[in-house]
């Protein structure tokens, strides 16, 4: 547990703060000795794969299952490099993509011999080379170029916003990597002129015209490095470890499940490049740590703020880059949008320090998790869409923008922001050119594009009658009572779809109507009165005056209240510029929540005398506690003309105690949607294709996909529609493939995936075994092959029990089974996991029913022994194929023998049957 521990750190770390302190280092906390910058000799190599880009685009053709390839690829090769690079005592600092930093030194040894160190790390260089220099995967030579410099490193612990921090390595001597990488051809080794001056004695080796020197050979039986016995090292050493690693991977690790750590995310990547830094050598205080620890503390906040997770900051040969994921924690449909907003935040903070960036975010499905070997290894995700938002950044000069985006990112990402195409470009390892886009404005005071409703709805609500009616029967008695309702239902249940339906409502009613409508974020679920922020400009704020004569209209009505409340709210209109900012300054100590909850509410009040209000506050499980405040004091003060409808999540219902007041109030009405009926569900699909007839074998593989839910139920049909495999002709319906190769809409994946990832780790890893189990499954069966590493920080009949609460399973009355309420969930749970991890639990089962099952009692399972050994590509899979078939072939016959039987029971002319046989 220890060694998995440091094996995600590098060994420096562990020399920094398991190493005995000299006196003045024990006067200070760990804390303080993070904020040194320790300078000390090494020799860097640096090792890059080539053939990594070729490797991607040959496996992006297996899907899944090529994604996967790469990474077990990558790993095996690392893990041959890093058993060399021990064996030479050198310590792997960084995984930088798809390329090893590896330093040769320690920093608790400042006269180290800076000789020995250049020639130890030549020879390892040259002895990967020879060893492990090609590796081929499936038709796809990779190889290695290899650079080495000495020098200076500077090395920093930077962060610290919740106890995590990054080792930065840093100096000059990453300058001086840069041209022997780039000089080193496949199978070489080069070297910088200050590596050559130590080893020309002891080498063969030539000197390039770009003034790289290449080695040949060195003659060099390399010194003993001290290296570390890492089960002497103290429980303390490994709880520092722990302030290095994400706690996504740690929770993972903590109970049992570090051989579970890796999956096939759908993940934002944003790569930053950074310019301005100095990473000059000199007295060791020319590295700006302080600057450095700004740009990662800042990071370190966007990131906790949205959910984000910091891949790595780094200093390679080409610059300094830090690499944002997000969906990494839980999967989101805005993670396209927070790469954005992490993007924009992310250059406003380096504006502000005089430093430029170039960024490139891309979207889409990657392999995240370990990287490298048992004894070193990192968190990465690794994949086609990861390299190619490094390649973006690289092209943002040249085509003289500071942000590049992919499609599948623009176009999730346009829902918040302004996003406009910028060109069709090639790129290393696309054999097609991509789109690719930019935001039009990088402005941190405005907020994502966005309107109130307006216009008529494309598509007819269905299956909402009753609710509808609800609906206008409030809307009308809005002249004698203000009202808050409050939308319940499941995601995709159709409350957005719903509150729209105001509109249409409101333009039949005999009273004017004006429906305005905002919306929670979960980028800024701590941001005070958001929804409001745009609901009172909507109402307040006429965009075709100008500033003062919007401010003089908000003043000039005030000035028409009667007193005391037109001095309270005058000296009040200062404190609500956080909220509706009208250019008001004033002498304010303390924006009072009563006195901005007054001002606020007689503005709603008067605007509510000419016109029936609606404001319309969708997503509001991210609304901040100020929020439901101020939609309590709205609707306690306004005794007519104004209806507040929310709008939440039946899993994400707020917990603040307002809230919880707020539905015992006589105004509060609460209307929860349900699934619909199975001919609604097909109704909306129709309406979708405009068509009249539908092959019931198509309604009823949507009614089973939709689960009742009308927004599965129309973007499957829009789906099927877009592929190809649905066409409509006449106002009919036509199926162009198999049903049963139709496949779960992408739309509908994300969502219950998003689902799982609320769970607990141990809930997530019952649905996972289970669903390999099949849709129904055996208690004893889960028990029997659940990671037994994992086993004592669970309770799986608690999970059980949780996952039958939500209704995700449901507990059936035979052999303590469960089965999956749908089959969608168990699908998804199942794709969570990776090939291997498949293969792995397929045989487990398949032996389990071995074991515990008679050599007579077998051929009953020959079915299930068969299917899981085919899924897990054992060696016994054509051994039971063979008995299944033969079982199959007897059955038929048996039939066959039983009908003739029966046959001659009941036939007198034995001698036709006999001809016949």
Known sequence: FRMEMLSFVPNQVVYRFDAPLDTADTLISYEDIRKLVSQFPIALMFVDISGFTALNENFAKLGKDGIEEVTRHTSQYFTA???????????????????????????????????????????????????????EAQGVQLTLHIAVATGDLFALH?????????????GQIFNQIHDPLDSAASGEVCASEEVWEYIKDISVGEKR?????????????????????????????????????????????????SNWIAELRKITVVFINLHGLSFQQGNGNEVDRFQLDKILRGAQKICKRIDGYIRQFLVDDKGCVLILMFGIKKNSSSDCARGVYASQHMKSLLENLNLSCEIGITSGLAFCGLVGSSRRKEYAAVGDIVNLSARLMGKCKSLGVDLLMDKPTAEKAEKRYKIRYVD???????????????????????RPLRSSYKGTVKHPLIGRDSEVNILMQHMESLQVSSISILLTGSPGIGKSRLSEELVEIGATLNEPVLVLTASGDPIAKDTAYLPFRYIFRDLFIDDSLTDTQNKDRIIKTINDMEEPDKTRCLQALPMIKSILDLGIEGKMVTASTTEIFFVLGK????????????????????????????????????ESGLMIVTLVR????????????????????????????????????????????????ITNL???ASSGIPLFSKEIANTWINSGILSVSDGEVNLHKPLHEVEIPESLEELLVSTIDTLSLSQQMVLKIGSVIGKRFQVNILNAIYPEEAKSYTNIENDLAHLCNIGILQETKENYSYIFRSELFQEVAYTRLLSQQRKVL?????????????????????????????KGEHDRREEYQRKLAAIIRWRKVYRVLTAISKWRSYSNDNKIMDEYL
Not at 106 to 113: G, I, L, P, S, T
Not at 122 to 129: D, F, R
Not at 158 to 170: R, T
Not at 673 to 696: F, M, R, Y
Request: glycine share 6%; aromatic share 10%; net charge negative.
């Open 209 to 257: 015209a770009d003034g790289v020197y290449y080695i040949e050979s060195i003659e060099y039986d390399h010194a003993t490095i001290p290296t570390i016995n890492f089960e002497t090292l103290s429980d303390t050493m490994r709880n520092i470890a722990r302030t290095y690693i994400g706690d996504s991977i740690l929770k993972k690790i903590d109970v049992g499940q």
């Open 158 to 170: 930077l962060g610290g916003i919740d106890n995590k921090w990054e080792y930065f390595p840093a």
């Open 702 to 704: 949507l009614v089973k």
């Open 650 to 697: 039946n899993d994400l219902r707020p917990t603040y105690p307002v809230f919880e007041k707020l539905r015992t109030h006589p105004k509060f009405f609460r209307v929860g949607l349900s699934p619909l009926n199975d001919h609604h569900i097909i109704e909306i699909a129709k309406n979708v294709w405009v068509a009249e007839d539908v092959h019931e074998e």
């Open 603 to 638: 503005l709603v009040s008067i605007a509510c005398h000419n016109t029936n209000l609606i404001m319309v506050l969708d997503d509001a499980q991210w609304f901040d506690q100020a929020t439901w405040s101020l939609i309590y004091y709205l609707i306690d003060n306004i």
């Open 842 to 870: 397929h045989c487990a089962i398949a032996v389990r029913y071995e074991q515990k099952t008679t050599k007579e009692g077998l051929v009953k399972f020959y079915s299930v022994l068969t299917y899981h050994y085919v």
């Open 81 to 135: 490099m890093i058993e060399i690079i021990d064996h030479f005592g050198g310590d792997v600092l960084k995984f930088a993509g798809d390329a090893l930093m590896v330093c040769f030194g320690d920093e608790r040894d400042h006269d180290q011999d800076v000789h020995d160190l250049v020639a130890t790390a030549t020879k390892c260089s040259l002895e990967i080379q020879e060893r492990v220099g090609l590796y």
């Open 424 to 446: 069709n470009i090639a790129v290393k390892g696309k054999s097609d050119t991509i789109e690719v886009f930019t935001v039009e404005c990088m402005n941190l005071n405005s």
